[in-house]
């Protein structure tokens, strides 16, 4: 094999600006959350230790030598970045915080609100409350319960429930009333607003709004015939929409490393500007030429999904390197990241916290620093041309990527990259295809059919990747999560580059983590110690929500409602090796126990599902049946005093006694309340039953039936639980499956002590992770998987 020809190493880096760019970059990331007031302390100590050390500098050296010059440039870069990130930052901050808007907000004020939607609606899956929305708005006038109007042009975000708030698009001015609260902080969101009532619009949208409303509306049309996981997913690869995205194709993303296909981000921009240029080229077009069509094709494009500031940075990220390749000057394109970055903080300082900006800068910078290098380092060594490409490309944006994700999931994947290299081939065609079908399908929707059809094809590809990733044992790897295990990959990934330079170090390198990956591997998929031997019942932790295992037989068991989330629920079954759910018990229909039912049935069989005699909420009823259907489950309803035998589980239904109304909550207090037998230990299961259906459960039931070993503590540990309820339980265990950082005050301090006096052992997924009951020689026994460092429960 002839191997090419390498011309010298490649010129360093241009880093001139870098330092301007991170200086303004954290410098703004610190003033979200420290404030405007410090910022401005820390921003003037900067200016004042800048310009000394430049004039102490200079003043010693006389004339500097060129390492001397380029150090004084450095210092001067990071301080002016300190310095208008410090402004820009304290500036925003400062109207954020003004305490006209701060006073309403804080007194949870009933107000009127005159608002601009800045980014489409996104659905949100909040514990009992299905269709809920998150809205992202611009504030325009405030009027409050005095009856003042008050002008505030302050980013506000909306939580709405009402069906009206759906297929708003951005730049649409309306009028809401609703309920004001603070928010979380972090960034420049002054107020949030409560409302369940339907907007009031006040005239449309701009024309470059409906325009992309009418052709994304088209790509869905033609996607409307095609199989459900690839018809799903091209909508969201080709521009964001993820509305008909199934939640199993979703989390399977999410857990291989290839979420960041489901959004638009700065390869999908590349990706159809780049083949503008490539067709431009070979027409032979002039540089000029090409730029004004690649200008065109770059605005249509950002019309097309939505110039929201989202896109807008994707496109600023994802245009970086083209306009560099165009200009025939590739060292030109760190400066321009630099400049963008720089450019973007200032006029949005909120992107400095924001995930995705992360990782579109990073994987930019990935791509400009390393995958050149390494390509090349490829090819030195035999690797033709195209494969060298197709290998540095995703491995330099996932080692440049690594260390948000970790921080932000906790893990570290160790299937993204070679899914992701997997995936290459099909990105750019899916992409292409799905935006002719997006532009075709206004004017001709025959052929936009046939091209979202033949799109259909690379999507499935990726649809298949994802699914089989997933699946892999132990793909994923637990880490420390936030900030202090972001740094710590962070600062490994440098010094195994650095090191790496050094032939004998990088054998070393190679070596070592091989190593430890197999060693790593090994351990997870032998030695896991989880499920622990002779369980009889485990509390996923599924969030803020309910999913509780019964063992049938290995690789067999019961479930007790499905968690919030597919995922969540699905990872816990996978955790059990079960691969078969023989009974499917829905307590009751909120979203917090039926929300990942999907998650049950993926790759798994399903036998039956028991539901309750009560159909409310009807979505989370519709949510099951459908479920059921499709995965070709019998359903069956039960009611109290019925028995049900799986194997060796015996379930014993006590209520509700009779249909409750007028309570507190009538789907909670119409919840199953089970009584199983597993192994001759008895776990008494009441769903979310909350003090009106336990005292009627109590006054129904004999005494010997309600005592119980293990009992799932109602409701995520609610004040809503009757004592002598409690009392006639008497458990040995008490499981609190609950969310961390939930809303709601679960689980109550009192409960919990009350629990504890009289003996009973508390175990609480959000601080152990799943948790266990376990039958020994010696009794009743418990055991924690513990939760991954720095990683809460989803």
């Not at 989390?251 to 489901?262: K, Q, S």
């Not at 431009?280 to 950002?302: E, I, K, Q, Y």
């Not at 067999?556 to 629920?569: K, N, S, Y």
Request: proline share 9%; hydrophobic share 50%; aromatic share 4%.
């Amino acid at each position: 094999m002839k191997v090419p020809p390498v011309v010298g190493d490649p010129p360093p880096p241009d880093l001139r600006l870098a330092g301007l760019a991170v200086a303004a970059w954290l410098t703004a990331l610190a003033g979200l959350h420290l404030g405007p007031r410090p910022l401005l302390l820390v921003a003037g100590g900067t200016a004042v230790a800048t310009t000394l050390s430049t004039l102490h500098l200079l003043g010693r050296l006389g004339r500097p030598g060129a390492l001397a010059r380029r150090f004084g440039w450095i210092v001067v870069a990071v301080g002016l970045g300190v310095l208008c990130g410090a402004a820009a930052t304290s500036a925003r901050l400062l109207v954020r915080d003004a305490p006209p808007v701060r006073a309403l907000a804080e007194k949870h004020a009933p107000v009127t609100a005159d608002l601009v939607v800045r980014d489409d609606p996104r659905p949100i899956r909040s514990a009992g409350r299905p269709g809920m929305l998150l809205v992202s708005g611009e504030l325009i006038r405030l009027t409050g319960p005095d009856g003042q109007p008050l002008r505030a042009s302050v980013r506000v975000l909306v939580l709405a429930t009402d069906p009206g708030w759906r297929g708003l698009l951005p730049g649409q001015r309306l009028t809401a009333e609703g309920r004001l609260g603070v928010p979380r902080g972090g960034d420049l969101t002054a107020a949030v607003l409560a409302t369940t009532g339907p907007p009031q619009r006040r005239g449309t949208p701009s024309w470059a709004q409906r325009a992309a409303g009418t052709l994304r509306a088209g790509l869905q049309r033609a996607c409307a015939p095609l199989p459900d996981d690839p018809g799903g997913l091209l909508p969201g690869l080709v521009v964001g929409d993820t509305s008909r995205l199934p939640p199993a194709v979703e989390e399977d993303f999410r857990a291989t490393g290839m979420t960041h296909l489901n959004a638009v981000s700065g390869s999908n921009v590349a990706i159809v500007v780049g083949a503008v240029l490539l067709a431009a080229r070979w027409a032979r077009a002039g540089p000029w030429l090409a730029g004004v069509l690649c200008g065109v094709a770059l605005v249509g494009f950002v019309i097309l999904v939505r110039p929201s500031p989202s896109v807008v940075r994707a496109a600023t990220m994802g245009a970086i390197g083209l306009v560099a390749l165009a200009a025939g000057r590739p060292r030109a394109a760190l400066p321009a990241l630099a400049a963008a970055v720089t450019v973007l903080v200032l006029v949005d300082p909120e992107l400095a916290g924001d995930a995705g900006f992360a990782l579109s800068v990073l994987a930019t910078g990935g791509l400009l620093l390393l995958a050149p290098r390494w390509r090349d380092g490829l090819r030195r060594r035999g690797v033709p041309a195209g494969l060298a490409e197709a290998l540095a490309v995703p491995a330099a944006a996932q080692v440049a990527c690594g260390p948000v994700v970790a921080g932000i999931s906790g893990t570290v994947s160790l299937v993204a990259v070679p899914a992701n290299l997997l995936a290459v081939p099909a990105i750019a065609p899916a992409t292409v295809l799905g935006v002719t079908a997006a532009v075709l399908s206004p004017f001709w929707p025959a052929g936009a059919g046939f091209v979202a059809w033949l799109a259909s094809w690379p999507a499935w590809w990726l649809v298949v990747i994802a699914r089989h990733g997933a699946r892999l044992p132990a793909g994923t790897l637990a880490w420390p999560g936030g900030v202090w295990g972001a740094l710590l990959l962070a600062g490994l990934t440098v010094a195994l580059l650095v090191a790496a330079r050094r032939p004998l170090v990088r054998r070393l390198v190679a070596v070592v983590a091989v190593a430890v990956l197999v060693g790593a591997v090994g351990v997870r998929l032998v030695a896991s110690g989880w499920p622990p031997p002779g369980w009889v019942v485990v509390a996923c932790a599924v969030g803020q929500g309910d999913a509780l295992v019964l063992p049938v037989a290995p690789g067999r068991a019961v479930l007790i409602d499905t968690g919030p989330e597919p995922g969540a629920v699905d990872a816990c079954l996978r955790r059990l090796g079960i691969r078969e759910v023989s009974l499917l018990v829905v307590s009751h229909f909120h979203l917090d126990h039926v929300g990942g039912v999907a998650g049950v049935f993926r790759g798994r069989r399903v036998a039956a599902v028991l539901t309750p005699p009560s159909p409310d909420p009807a979505s989370g009823r519709a949510a099951i049946r459908v479920a059921a259907t499709d995965g070709r489950a019998t359903m069956r309803d039960t009611t109290a005093g019925a028995r049900h035998r799986v194997g060796g589980v015996e379930l014993l239904v006590l209520g509700p006694p009779y249909p409750l109304a007028g309570t507190r909550s009538d789907p909670n207090n119409n919840s199953l309340v089970l009584r199983a037998t597993v192994a001759g230990v008895t776990v008494l299961l009441p769903g979310d039953a909350e003090t009106e259906e336990q005292h009627a459960v109590l006054v129904r039931t004999p005494p010997d039936q309600l005592r119980a070993d293990v009992l799932k503590v109602a409701h995520h540990g609610s004040a809503y639980q009757d004592e002598s309820f409690l009392a006639a339980v008497r458990p040995a265990v008490a499981l609190v499956p609950v969310g961390t950082g939930n809303t709601y005050g679960h689980p109550n301090p009192a409960l919990l002590s009350r629990l504890s006096r009289h003996g009973t052992r508390v175990l609480r997924t959000d601080t152990d992770g799943d948790v266990a009951a376990i039958r020994t020689d010696d009794g009743l026994a418990v055991a924690r998987r513990g939760l991954p460092p720095g990683r809460p429960p989803p």
